[in-house]
Nanobody, 125 residues
Framework: QLQLVESGGGLVQPGGSMRLSCTAS????????IGWSRQAPGKGRERISCISASGNSTSYSDSVKGRFTITRDNAKNTVYLQMNSLKPEERDVYYC??????????????????WGQGTQVTVST
């Protein structure tokens, strides 16, 4: 059974950097596109980035473009989100999601329906 686990969240100062990881167990991530979303309390989930199964195609929301980078290591069954120049308003729970084929649709995988439990990122002094 597929289980996605996010890690790497915590406290970072404004302007700082952090790398999140999404690791799968019970499922070969290499066959699927993977995305990252985030959600603040009381707000909807924002789709911020996606990477194709091969890793050759990536996409980003305008809010993170130029600051965040999504990569994957299929040998480790892990997808990463490198976040730079973090802002206080980006204090959210970050989730990874797996799609049902190899490609992204906008900033989310095709058929995205399996989510991790999320990891909290707090950007504060």
């Amino acid at each position: 059974q597929l289980q996605l686990v996010e890690s790497g969240g915590g406290l970072v100062q404004p302007g700082g950097s952090m790398r999140l990881s999404c690791t799968a167990s019970g499922w070969p991530l290499r066959e699927y596109a993977i995305g990252w979303s985030r959600q603040a309390p009381g707000k909807g989930r924002e789709r911020i980035s996606c990477i194709s199964a091969s890793g050759n195609s990536t996409s980003y929301s305008d809010s993170v473009k130029g600051r965040f980078t999504i990569t994957r290591d299929n040998a480790k069954n892990t997808v990463y989100l490198q976040m730079n120049s973090l802002k206080p308003e980006e204090r959210d729970v970050y989730y990874c999601v797996i799609g049902n084929d190899t490609d992204c649709s906008g900033n989310t995988p095709h058929g995205a329906d399996k989510w991790g439990q999320g990891t909290q990122v707090t950007v504060s002094t």
